[in-house]
């Protein structure tokens, strides 16, 4: 501004890079497999969400092909992407 400094990117920001701290999203997609249980009692016990959230990715998801079900950093959200496509779940990083 008015004070002559050049203003430079703040430290954290060039360590975490702009994608890490913009964070991604764990995104559940639509299969014709699973039971909304199954679905449901996953999100539950790996993201650990409430019933009732899981119950709204769930049905997000169904009707709309897929849902951002946690937004975090990669190296945060892998964990949970391969415990859901262990699951059999279809779960991509974006």
């Known amino acids: 501004m008015g004070n002559g400094k050049i203003h430079t990117r703040p430290e954290w920001e060039e360590k975490t890079g702009v994608e890490e701290r913009a964070g991604y999203f764990l995104i559940l997609h639509n299969d014709d497999y699973h039971t ?7 999100l539950v016990e790996i993201c650990r969400h409430n019933t009732e959230q899981a119950e709204q990715c769930a049905y997000i998801t169904h009707y709309k092909g897929k849902c951002d079900v946690k937004k975090g ?6 964990p949970y992407k391969y415990a859901l496509v262990d699951r059999g779940l279809s779960v991509t990083i974006e």
């Not at 950093?73 to 892998?78: A, N, P, S």
């Open 36 to 42: 909304f249980d199954y679905v449901i009692e996953s």
């Open 73 to 78: 950093g990669m190296d945060e959200l892998k």
